[in-house]
């Protein structure tokens, strides 16, 4: 093979191995540009998907996430998955399992209800109807729980089973919809967090082991970045700090893009001024935002090359940074 041949092979196989790598890496929120705090504690509460079967569990992959993007933070995963429980058998052991903790409690439970329900034959529909609510009721004690406790409750919803050619299964899946439901509006009643495992994984079975129940490590990965995605969401509605972020590009010609973050929806006056001292233009004026991470783009086409100032005021707050015009 000649010298050019065996570049252009080693160039080729790079950019697979460049691509491949970078396809693994998750997106990082912005909520890892302004998160306020020096540690992430996380507690995983839940059931056999929680505490993992057969060596494969979603943590490290959680864990992995955090680390790629939330670099020089202290993160803390626990895992208090008891395979086979219940949403009842799991309440009563709940207040140990938050007992200290910090951060962000991420609940998965109540797969295991619906396979009793769907395992127990001759139960009339006011029998179902009244073991699922209180599924929904052990998991808004939960939730009430960790609220009392300042901790931030993160609900996932319940996978499905395989139920090809599965009669039990497939009652099992009705009833994995009516939990998954009652959970969504748990959710919004308590103004907390969803992961929704289900709608991710949906009836893709090959994320599974061949039990038809278990996610294996495709299946796990893609839970880890569900958790991930919700606990960022919380992150930046909850714990931002008030950031004004550095203008990109810098040095800029023609426009330019500023990004800030809010803790809480207020109003935003961000002006840009010259060196000395000159309002040269407003960029945002007396506009209401809401909480969140934000990014205004600005036309100084009009600006003479130098050296300029933007400063962003908000709830008696007044961040500043420097822009540099270039021509």
């Given at each position: 093979?000649?010298?050019?041949?065996?570049?252009?092979?080693?160039?080729?196989?790079?950019?697979?191995?460049?691509?491949?790598?970078?396809?693994?890496?998750?997106?990082?929120?912005?909520?890892?540009?302004?998160?306020?705090?020096?540690?992430?504690?996380?507690?995983?509460?839940?059931?056999?998907?929680?505490?993992?079967?057969?060596?494969?569990?979603?943590?490290?992959?959680?864990?992995?996430?955090?680390?790629?993007?939330?670099?020089?933070?202290?993160?803390?995963?626990?895992?208090?998955?008891?395979?086979?429980?219940?949403?009842?058998?799991?309440?009563?052991?709940?207040?140990?399992?938050?007992?200290?903790?910090?951060?962000?409690?991420?609940?998965?439970?109540?797969?295991?209800?619906?396979?009793?329900?769907?395992?127990?034959?001759?139960?009339?529909?006011?029998?179902?109807?009244?073991?699922?609510?209180?599924?929904?009721?052990?998991?808004?004690?939960?939730?009430?729980?960790?609220?009392?406790?300042?901790?931030?409750?993160?609900?996932?919803?319940?996978?499905?089973?395989?139920?090809?050619?599965?009669?039990?299964?497939?009652?099992t899946n009705s009833y994995v919809n009516r939990i998954n439901a009652g959970?969504?509006?748990?959710?919004?009643?308590?103004?907390?967090?969803?992961?929704?495992?289900?709608?991710?994984?949906?009836?893709?079975?090959?994320?599974?082991?061949?039990?038809?129940?278990?996610?294996?490590?495709?299946?796990?990965?893609?839970?880890?970045?569900?958790?991930?995605?919700?606990?960022?969401?919380?992150?930046?509605?909850?714990?931002?700090?008030?950031?004004?972020?550095?203008?990109?590009?810098?040095?800029?010609?023609?426009?330019?893009?500023?990004?800030?973050?809010?803790?809480?929806?207020?109003?935003?006056?961000?002006?840009?001024?010259?060196?000395?001292?000159?309002?040269?233009?407003?960029?945002?004026?007396?506009?209401?935002?809401?909480?969140?991470?934000?990014e205004v783009n600005v036309t100084i086409s009009d600006l003479s090359p130098?050296?300029?100032?933007?400063?962003?005021?908000?709830?008696?707050?007044q961040l500043s940074k420097k822009m540099i015009v270039a021509k």
């Open positions: 093979m000649s010298h050019c041949k065996k570049t252009l092979l080693f160039l080729l196989f790079a950019c697979f191995v460049i691509v491949r790598t970078w396809a693994q890496a998750p997106s990082c929120s912005v909520a890892s540009k302004f998160y306020s705090k020096d540690s992430i504690i996380v507690t995983t509460f839940g059931a056999s998907t929680v505490a993992g079967v057969n060596g494969f569990s979603f943590q490290p992959y959680l864990q992995q996430n955090f680390q790629y993007c939330y670099t020089g933070k202290y993160i803390s995963i626990t895992n208090w998955g008891v395979p086979g429980e219940t949403t009842t058998q799991g309440l009563a052991r709940f207040d140990l399992a938050i007992a200290g903790r910090t951060g962000f409690v991420c609940i998965l439970m109540g797969l295991n209800d619906a396979l009793n329900l769907a395992n127990t034959p001759g139960l009339s529909t006011a029998k179902i109807n009244a073991a699922l609510k209180v599924v929904q009721q052990n998991m808004q004690a939960m939730i009430e729980k960790c609220l009392k406790a300042n901790l931030i409750p993160v609900i996932g919803t319940v996978q499905y089973l395989n139920d090809k050619g599965n009669a039990v299964y497939k009652t959970y969504k509006q748990l959710v919004l009643q308590n103004h907390i967090y969803l992961a929704d495992i289900n709608a991710a994984m949906g009836r893709n079975f090959a994320l599974y082991q061949a039990d038809g129940i278990h996610p294996n490590a495709q299946g796990d990965k893609l839970i880890g970045y569900i958790w991930f995605d919700a606990i960022n969401a919380a992150i930046e509605s909850k714990l931002l700090l008030v950031g004004l972020n550095q203008n990109f590009p810098n040095p800029a010609r023609n426009a330019t893009t500023i990004g800030f973050s809010l803790t809480e929806s207020g109003r935003i006056n961000i002006q840009l001024y010259s060196m000395t001292g000159a309002v040269v233009k407003n960029i945002v004026a007396n506009e209401f935002y809401n909480s969140g991470y934000h130098g050296v300029y100032v933007y400063v962003m005021q908000v709830a008696g707050r």
